[in-house]
């Protein structure tokens, strides 16, 4: 089984950074369809960013041009730059994979199925 080690999150005050860093264990992420969900206390959890093995990324229209993934091959690491950080950013975030899969982010192939999931790191955005 794939473990994904997470960490990253804090607390920050609005208009700050954070930059979260998923890092998969037996397996390339560039392989897979990987990044992240998070899910607010009493909400649902909702999509945030994405990477899929054709190295495309998709992010939800409410962190686009705020946040930012970048990756690091030697490491087998994906990070998610946050920048310009809101309260309403405030949420568990959870890294998941879906590894060897063909499904990517034209198609809506990713994310899908994610099998794989990180323990999540708490970000809090407060003044």
């Known amino acids: 089984q794939v473990q994904l080690a997470e960490s990253g999150g804090g607390s920050v005050q609005p208009g700050g950074s954070l930059r979260l860093s998923c890092t998969p264990s037996?397996?390339?992420?560039?392989?897979?369809?990987i990044g992240w969900f998070r899910q607010a206390p009493g909400k649902e959890r909702e999509e945030v960013a994405f990477?899929?093995?054709?190295?495309?990324?998709k992010y939800a229209e409410s962190v686009k041009g705020r946040f930012t993934i970048s990756e690091d091959n030697a490491k087998n690491t994906l990070y998610l730059q946050m920048n310009g950080l809101k309260p309403e950013d405030s949420a568990m975030y959870y890294c998941?994979?879906?590894?060897?899969?063909?499904?990517?982010?034209?198609?809506?192939?990713?994310?899908?199925?994610?099998?794989?999931w990180g323990e999540g790191t708490l970000v809090t955005v407060t003044a």
């Open positions: 998941a994979a879906n590894f060897g899969t063909k499904g990517i982010i034209a198609t809506g192939g990713c994310p899908s199925q994610m099998r794989d």
């Open positions: 037996g397996f390339d992420y560039r392989g897979a369809c």
């Open positions: 990477r899929d093995s054709m190295e495309n990324t």
